[in-house]
Nanobody
């Protein structure tokens, strides 16, 4: 049985850092993503990682500040606009379909979500 269990997150001041964890058990996926959902909006991807070649990709809004690894999302230089609920997601995918263009409907497995709040 597959489980994605998230931890970390919480509150930080602008310019601070937080680290989110996503512990995956039950299967080894080749495509891991982090999504975020801001109030009144749908979930959008902010980072993806392909386990085959360890390549990553980031949304422009977080590029240079966030780093995705096998089990973590390191968030540095946080901004108030990063305030959101964050979710990890996993799937088995071709290289091409493990990308920021894949929406939430493409991921069958999800963590429970964790709130990140950044104050100015």
């Amino acid at each position: 049985q597959v489980h994605l269990v998230q931890s970390g997150g919480g509150s930080a001041q602008s310019g601070g850092s937080l680290r989110l964890s996503c512990a995956i058990s039950g299967y080894s996926f080749n495509c891991i993503a982090w999504f975020r959902q801001q109030p009144g909006e749908g979930r959008g991807p902010v980072a993806i990682r392909r386990s085959g070649d360890l390549s990553t990709d980031y949304a422009d809004s977080v590029k240079g500040r966030f780093t995705i690894s096998r089990e973590y999302l390191q968030m540095n230089n946080l901004k108030p606009e990063d305030t959101a609920m964050y979710y990890c997601a996993a799937k088995t995918s071709t290289y091409e379909r493990c990308s920021l263009t894949s929406g939430e409907e493409d991921y069958p497995y999800w963590g429970q979500g964790t709130q990140v709040t950044v104050s100015a």
